[in-house]
């Protein structure tokens, strides 16, 4: 399991893009609204690069973990396939609102209390 720290920033068109070790995720805005407001998981899927074939762009989307308020209220858990990560839920308001351009994600290490 990955252990480094990673961020998540503001995007064209409010979309969150998720950076941890290499791995490049994002969160919809559509879904960041029904996370932030309604308090749903949503899908976090594979930030893909965009590659220009016969005038037409093609991105595979693949879903690659999710989101979720944790019980408390105050910090939002993204799970991937390199690791899970915690984010205070005011610090992702303030970059999907376009205040901050990131925050850092803190690893969740399994079995760790405290």
Do not use: W
Request: proline share 6%.
């Amino acid at each position: 399991m990955n252990t480094e720290p990673g961020t998540i920033s503001y995007g064209l068109g409010g979309v969150l893009h998720i950076l941890v070790d290499a791995e490049r995720y994002r969160i919809e805005p559509e879904d960041v609204k029904a996370l932030l407001f309604s308090g749903r998981v949503v899908p976090i899927t594979q930030d893909c690069s965009k590659a220009k074939r016969e005038d037409y762009l093609i991105c595979d989307v693949a879903i690659e973990g999710h989101a979720a308020i944790n019980r408390s209220g105050k910090a939002v858990a993204l799970h991937t396939r390199v690791g899970s990560y915690i984010v205070p839920v005011v610090s992702l308001q303030r970059v999907a609102r376009g205040e901050a351009v990131s925050a850092p994600l803190f690893p969740i290490i399994p079995g760790e209390t405290g």
